[in-house]
């Protein structure tokens, strides 16, 4: 455990990547098979089942530390993580453990069916013998959540690095639905033939957003447009009878598409198709808040079924009769795609339609339509390009359209917390309406820490009256607010609910009597919802 | 916020702590008659009062910032007789000269604490606790999440990163304000390992502090005339303003650091993005702070600046009177310092 909490120091003391990979290969490098082999799983999010309830930890931290525990959960209100508040508030060790990584997380495992009164014996004696980083590694591995500012990608790459091999076949390797408990380091990593998981996916190849104009990628004639579709974007295998459905998160969400589970029998084995998983009813779209809505649900009714059916809006055919068709090129891949759609007709299965264009000013003119086809904006690849993996620059560029925008002014302010302890970060903002302020969305980024700093000494001296963490604050201050899209909602007073609302700049040159009105939001509403 | 009641010995107005009989008021944020000062950061001593009264080995920080003002001091322990209030400074152990200010009338006594901390420094005069009936205290790091390592713990630290950079050919540089921080660092900073370069900000202090006959480290201000590569290996002290600053960016290959007690918190020190934070405050940790009111024996309790409305419930469960009172002190902050924007610009 002391290598694997010093690694996490490590990584957490340095921003160079240089140095967080370096830090990764040596701890590779010291530690065994089993140790590695969790290390790896902790990096790419499979954390042990939870064995105990953080409802259980907190209280038993309040105790130890002798706080009553609504402190405590002020504490971890103020420091924005559970792991780290129990880390902090406990007295210092009492002795020294010596166990290993795979040790603790075997510990807790055995804890699973046992009575809180032993849970709670186990967990504290750990507590005892640990200082703060090996704490803080320990409840992280029960509370889930790590975050040890190392993406993925870097400990792939160290991985990779440390064993010899390609960063590439060292992503594949470790997609899929593998687990510490299923498989041993040997096997995953070092055994011939990683394609023996037949749900394994392939690493999603990412798009770059595109900041300049297209005219700047040169030729029109080298590249292919699509739209960006408003969904979640997934990889739909057929292999040996079987269907998986993964999501971009790494997510195998099968079950939650009983639409695609016809595509078992029809679709060739060894077909693997890149696709957006796109809510779509009557020949078009329905809005992303539609499949939100239905993601959210334990179960996928018939009702559900009716109102939010989706499709998959294919984009690129990554595997064919069991042949990885990555390397090959773009416009190739396109054809076979073409194929294996026409000839396994399925009404889930819709071809991601190709702008035809000859100049890059009709592209400009089709971003324009998007929000007409509830889409995000245009897909820009080129027709060349092989399928690479995660997010590398060059051949796929994404180019969103403009957000919607409208001037809000600020109410209340609440103080965020991690990163942002002590800074009033979270805004709550209203429009007119007549000669009311009526609130309308939250928003929390988007700002500098710079500016988030001055408004917070403005929120200390503005305040006008105090809620618990909220503060009404004097309106005085008007921010354009982003978003990227704008439902109706019968749970706001405003009645309406926007999409990833975000300030987009701080309004100093704006007075109040400025600020957009509710009926302006109404006609956005009619207009894009 | 509210006034208990019109009768207290020290009232919260807009302007300032303010005690009427005395006509005296206490690190005032609004330009006032008479104020009395618990020490020269910029919250707590401000421009344009008509007369200061600040502790002797305060003073000339607080003359050298406010430039030619009215300023008296006084010896800590000495009384002082205002209109039949009796007023005595006493050791805050916050920075050099800082005060705790005792305020006796009719047999009722209050402290105002301004910023204080228990752990004896050895550049601060060490904390002394006073008696009293009510204490106003502040509660910048009043959660007990906040738990400080015995400073030489600290120091050890430091000196091995300055060690380890030097040993890489990096510039160390750390910051910390200019006041009082910045001079803490410094007497704890290992001068075997390579030269201390010291910000604008920070010499002038270190100036004063001199003058006052404080032994502090031998230390060289950045200036124009110095070559870039005399940086590498040694470290640079400076205020929290110059972070990222186009000054900072001149020293390079660089590792940055902070210490303040805020680096207690992951959140703060990756939003930060600096290699190291180093737990450092001149504030009272958690177990100070209730270690110190409890010395006081004080049966009132007001909260100024900090996590004011948790602390109070807090003490209100430990059965003590307490009230959260509305300031304009702003505590310690790793974003902006104390120095007065004026002596923030050195350029090389
Ligand atoms: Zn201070
Ligand atoms: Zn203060």
């Not at chain 1, 259980?56 to 309040?62: D, G, Y």
């Not at chain 2, 910051?175 to 290992?190: F, H, N, V």
């Amino acid at each position: 455990m002391k290598n694997f909490a010093e690694l996490f120091t490590q990584l957490d003391q340095t921003t160079k990547t240089l140095k967080k990979v370096a830090a990764l290969v040596d701890f590779f490098e010291r530690a065994n098979d089993e140790d590695r082999l969790w290390a790896i799983a902790i990096l790419s999010h499979r954390r042990p089942k939870r064995t105990v309830k953080t409802s259980l930890m907190r209280v038993w931290a309040a105790e130890l530390a002798g706080v009553p525990l609504w402190l405590f959960e002020e504490s971890y209100h103020v420091v924005g993580d559970l792991a780290e508040t129990i880390a902090l508030v406990l007295p210092p060790p009492t002795t020294r453990h010596d166990a290993s990584l795979s040790d603790w997380i075997a510990v807790i495992k055995s804890l699973e069916k046992q009575e809180d009164a032993l849970k709670k014996e186990v967990v504290v004696k750990a507590w005892e013998g640990m200082a703060y980083p090996e704490r803080f590694v320990f409840n992280k591995l029960i509370t889930g959540g790590f975050r040890v500012g190392v993406s993925q990608k870097l400990m792939m790459r160290a991985l990779a690095q440390f064993e010899g091999q390609e960063e590439n076949s060292i992503a594949h390797r470790l997609m899929g639905n593998w687990t510490p408990d299923n498989t041993t380091y040997e096997e995953l990593i070092r055994s011939e033939n990683p394609l023996d998981d037949v749900s394994r996916p392939y690493p999603f190849y990412l798009a770059y957003a595109l900041e300049s104009e297209p005219a700047t990628l040169g030729d029109p004639a080298n590249w292919q447009v699509e739209r960006k579709w408003d969904g979640i974007r997934g990889q739909v295998i057929v292999r040996e009878g079987n269907l998986f459905v993964w999501s971009r998160g790494e997510e195998l969400v099968t079950d939650k598409f009983p639409e695609y589970h016809h595509l078992a029998d029809l679709l060739p084995d060894g077909t693997v198709i890149d696709g957006e998983i796109l809510p779509y009813k009557a020949g078009q779209p329905l809005t992303f808040n539609v499949l939100q809505t239905r993601i959210g649900r334990k179960n996928v009714t018939k009702k559900i079924l009716e109102s939010a059916p989706v499709v998959l809006m294919c984009y690129d055919l990554l595997e064919l009769e069991g042949e990885d068709l990555r390397t090959r090129p773009l416009q190739q891949r396109r054809k076979l795609l073409e194929k294996v759609v026409k000839e396994n007709p399925s009404e889930v299965l819709l071809l991601s339609e190709v702008i035809q264009f000859s100049e890059w000013e009709q592209t400009a003119e089709e971003r324009a339509n998007s929000r007409q086809h509830l889409s995000e904006g245009l897909m820009i690849k080129k027709l060349d390009s092989s399928y690479r993996s995660g997010r590398k620059k060059g051949d796929w560029w994404k180019w969103k359209i403009d957000p919607l925008t409208i001037d809000a002014v600020m109410i209340y302010a609440q103080q965020g917390h991690g990163r942002r302890a002590n800074l009033y970060t979270d805004y709550t903002f209203a429009v007119w309406n007549d000669e009311e302020l009526v609130p309308f969305t939250k928003a929390y980024s988007g700002l500098t820490d710079k500016e988030f700093n001055k408004i917070t000494a403005w929120v200390r001296k503005n305040t006008k009256e105090r809620f618990g963490p909220v503060r009404s604050v004097k309106p005085e201050l008007v921010f354009e607010i982003a978003f990227e899209g704008i439902n109706a909602s019968s749970r706001h007073k405003s009645g309406v609910a926007l999409r990833f609302p975000r300030m987009l700049r701080w309004r100093t040159d704006k007075k109040i009597e400025e600020a957009n009105t509710l009926a302006d939001l109404k006609s956005m509403l009619e207009l894009y919802g | 916020m509210k006034h208990k009641s019109s009768t207290d010995l020290l009232q919260f107005t807009p302007k300032g702590i303010w005690c009427p009989p005395a006509d005296v008021y206490i690190d005032p944020w609004r330009p006032v008659k008479k104020a009395m000062i618990t020490h020269g950061h910029a919250d707590h001593s401000r421009y344009g009062h008509r007369s200061y009264l600040a502790s002797t080995t305060a003073g000339p920080a607080i003359k050298y910032r406010l430039g030619d003002i009215n300023l008296q001091t006084i010896n800590f322990g000495e009384k002082i007789n205002v209109n039949g209030v009796q007023f005595s400074f006493h050791p805050a152990g916050h920075i050099l000269g800082s005060a705790q200010i005792r305020v006796e009338h009719k047999g009722e006594v209050w402290v105002a604490s301004g910023d204080y901390k228990l752990e004896d420094d050895g550049l601060a005069e060490a904390f002394e606790p006073v008696k009293c009936h009510t204490f106003i205290t502040e509660s910048t790091f009043g959660l007990p999440v906040y738990d400080w390592q015995p400073q030489e713990a600290v120091f050890a630290d430091i000196n091995d990163w300055w060690r380890k950079n030097a040993a890489e050919g990096k510039v160390s540089f750390i910051t910390g304000y200019s006041l009082g921080k910045a001079q803490r660092i410094l007497q704890g900073l290992d001068s075997s390992i390579g030269k201390i370069y010291t910000h604008g900000a920070v010499e002038n202090i270190n100036e004063v502090m001199r003058l006052q006959g404080i032994p502090l480290p031998d230390t060289i201000r950045v200036t124009g005339d110095i070559s870039s590569k005399d940086y590498p290996t040694n470290l640079v002290l400076a205020p929290p303003s110059a972070l990222n600053s186009a000054w900072m960016k001149k020293f390079k290959p660089i590792s940055i650091a902070i210490a303040s007690g805020w680096m207690t918190l992951r959140g703060a020190r990756r939003r930060k993005a600096v290699e190291r934070g180093f737990v450092l405050s001149d504030h009272v940790d958690w177990k100070d702070l209730n270690k110190a009111i409890e010395a006081t024996e004080a049966s009132r309790v007001i909260v100024t600046h900090g996590y004011t409305s948790i602390y109070t419930k807090y003490l209100l469960e430990l059965g003590l009177d307490a009230e959260a009172a509305q300031t304009e002190f702003t505590g310690e902050s790793i974003d902006e310092d104390d120095t007065p924007s004026d002596e923030k610009d050195t350029t090389l």
